[in-house]
């Protein structure tokens, strides 16, 4: 069942905002006397969980569905339940249903307005569940339809890259490694690298999903239930795939929150990687890329700055993602069994999570499709400008019987001598050619040309022209194949 995405309402955390007394809770007969106020609002969730509401009520709906159909309560009674919380969910898209501080969490809110809209028939609902199952529950749908969404972004992405490698097939770029010139590239190649890490992105956000897809639901508080409750019924109605085997491992199990911050890292890690190259190549220095208004800023005292702001924020976002992975690894590390209250520090990671890789996808996406233009004709006197077609010399001479490393050493030679005399190699007469060698000839001036050097790089995933054409193919091919997932 697909749920609409929420935005999570914030909650100011001031002090004037603690109630003056505590409002009696569920669990407060056991107890003397009443919560102390700002303990109450250090305890609640309410700010933040209510993200999860339209799950927590889809959640309820089918809960209430399966103790009907167990015979636990009756199909009139579980009527009633679903109504009364499709009317919470009505009010709450309206604006109507603003729970405060003093409903703690989500699961307590929609229940005391159950029971408000219904009466006692509402405090049925609770039979045969927790807290700790039911908060598992929501997580879950929540993250699974948020994965679906993310997926769907990152082929958005994937798109945006090919669109962009298709017009840049002959464009020729400097390869670069350890930041120094290396070995002269087809645009198109440099741009589906990172359509293939994005494709790996695709991959492990579909594998979590799977692991996510599990049901805890039934699992009660640790120990699971002594009503005659239909696990598996519950788990179809909400579109699971399975439901936990231990019932303690399913209120305590968070691997599936961590498995998808390592995921959302790793796409921020690649989105990262592409934006400190944009900043490079929109810098004077290289002179790679122009900015188009429409995504970029300018200085508010230097008016001849255009600052690339969008890769610059993605850049800076990176680390909170790094953050909040970091925090739910530290926090699951020392977590004795089962439930423990740390847990209700899973949920602000995930959301802001979401919320930055959704954001930081959408931004780079636009910044591809209409915020940047190649400088071509920079770029292809960059790549004549330098040494970067010396290995093609050595590959020359290896091709023509010498050595493979006697050839290097012939080369650094001739390398050595060309940046004494101020010269390029193509700056070499066939004599000078010769004098180090007798076996170049004429067409030595063809084969380290740099169009050359990059069409002869014919190899399987190599940047010459015919396999990034044929990479291009693969690339659509791939999309074509998984189209985007629906929302």
């Not at 023509?400 to 001598?417: E, L, M």
């Not at 007798?438 to 740099?450: C, L, S, V």
Request: proline fraction near 5%; aromatic fraction near 8%.
């Amino acid at each position: 069942m697909t749920i609409p995405s929420l935005a999570v309402c914030t909650l100011p955390s001031s002090s004037s905002l603690f109630p003056s007394e505590s409002t009696p809770q569920p669990w407060s007969q056991r107890f003397e006397s009443a919560l102390h106020p700002a303990i109450m609002a250090f305890n609640a969730s309410i700010s933040f969980d209510i993200a999860l509401i339209e799950y927590d009520l889809t959640g309820s709906q089918a809960h209430a569905r399966m103790l009907a159909h167990t015979g636990i309560i009756t199909p009139a009674e579980a009527s009633s339940l679903a109504a009364g919380l499709e009317q919470i969910r009505q009010e709450y898209r309206r604006g109507d249903f603003q729970p405060g501080l003093e409903a703690e969490d989500i699961h307590f809110a929609v229940e005391r307005r159950l029971v408000e809209l219904i009466g006692e028939t509402g405090k049925k609902l609770h039979t045969a569940r927790s807290r700790n199952d039911q908060v598992g529950t929501d997580i879950r749908l929540y993250l699974h339809d948020q994965i679906r969404q993310i997926s769907a972004q990152v082929k958005q992405f994937q798109q945006a890259l090919v669109s962009l490698a298709a017009a840049h097939v002959h464009t020729l770029i400097p390869g670069y490694t350890h930041l120094q010139r290396a070995q002269p590239l087809s645009l198109a190649h440099h741009l589906l690298a990172y359509f293939e890490m994005a494709q790996r992105d695709g991959q492990r956000l579909g594998e979590i999903a799977q692991r996510v897809n599990v049901c805890p639901l039934g699992s009660g508080a640790l120990a699971g239930t002594s009503f005659p409750i239909d696990r598996y019924y519950v788990a179809a109605e909400l579109g699971f795939g399975d439901v936990y085997r231990n019932s303690v491992d399913g209120v305590s199990d968070r691997d599936f929150a961590i498995e998808f911050l390592c995921a959302a890292s790793l796409i921020m890690v690649h989105l990262s990687r592409l934006s400190e190259e944009l900043i490079l190549w929109a810098s004077e220095e290289f002179g790679f890329v122009k900015l188009q208004d429409s995504c970029a800023t300018g200085s508010s005292i230097m008016p001849q700055k255009k600052n690339p702001d969008v890769p610059e924020l993605v850049r800076g976002k990176t680390g909170r993602v790094f953050g909040h992975l970091q925090g739910l690894l530290v926090m699951m590390k020392g977590l004795p069994l089962a439930y423990n209250k740390d847990l209700q520090e899973d949920k602000e990671a995930l959301f802001d999570t979401v919320t930055t890789v959704k954001a930081c996808l959408e931004a780079m996406t636009i910044l591809l499709t209409e915020g940047v233009e190649f400088q071509t004709d920079r770029l292809e006197s960059a790549v004549a400008e330098d040494f970067a077609n010396a290995t093609d010399v050595a590959d020359y001479l290896a091709a023509r019987g010498v050595p493979f490393r006697d050839a290097y050493q012939v080369v650094g030679q001739i390398v050595k001598a060309c940046l004494a005399q101020g010269k390029l190699l193509r700056d070499l007469s066939l004599a000078e050619w010769q004098g180090f060698n007798p076996q170049f000839e004429k067409d030595i001036y063809g084969a380290i040309a740099p169009r050359q050097v990059v069409a002869a790089r014919n190899s399987y995933g190599g940047t010459g022209f015919t396999q990034v054409e044929a990479a291009l193919q693969e690339a659509r091919s791939h999309l074509d194949a998984s189209p985007p997932p629906t929302t």
